[in-house]
């Protein structure tokens, strides 16, 4: 019995603390610049929905006009094949809340991007096998032909990370 009259005024305490964080966020909040972080980051147009929904249940009333306006700027700055490539880079995949032909001619771009990725990692293995390789060469306990041997395959990785490279300078040239 007296659990349940102390975790009354202590769940009351938290709601309304968060309730504080609402109402302070949503006063704070520049509309303009949600949407448009909203949008750059291929976010469906319904965050910006949902998070002023969120705000008109507080103190404060949201400019969700304002929001959208940003989101649309924010998301034209996304749906092009120069960020299409950096999604690539990262790995991601597309959003779709581009529209379909602007898909369209992000495609090449983010398969670029993606390929890209897949050339990096290669060569950052490839010079954490080296970096290793390295360290044993410099131990005093090996025998010259072990350390003959060691040295070979670095001049190997390095063959190999150089050709990566080319390939990587190739790919970025289909970019422009």
Known sequence: MHLRLISIPVL????????????????????????YRTGL?????????????????????PD??????GYR??????????????????GEDLSTACTRDELSVMEQ???VGLRDRRLWQQ???????????????DNADIDDDTRREIR???????RRIDRLEDRRLL??????
């Open 41 to 61: 980051d291929g976010k469906s147009s319904s965050v910006v929905t949902r998070e002023a929904g969120v705000c008109r249940a507080s103190a404060t009333l």
């Open 109 to 111: 771009s983010h398969l």
């Open 171 to 176: 790919l970025l040239a289909l970019l422009d």
């Open 12 to 35: 009351f305490m938290i709601l309304s603390s968060c309730a504080e964080i609402t109402d302070l966020h949503c006063a704070n909040i520049n509309w303009y610049d949600f949407g």
């Open 152 to 158: 070979r395959d670095i001049r190997d990785i390095d």
């Open 73 to 90: 700027a924010g998301l034209r700055a996304y749906c092009t094949p120069r960020n299409a490539f950096r999604v690539g880079q990262r």
């Open 123 to 137: 060569i950052r293995n490839l010079e954490r096998d080296r970096d290793a390789l390295r360290d044993r060469r």
């Open 64 to 69: 969700e006009d304002r929001a959208l306006e």
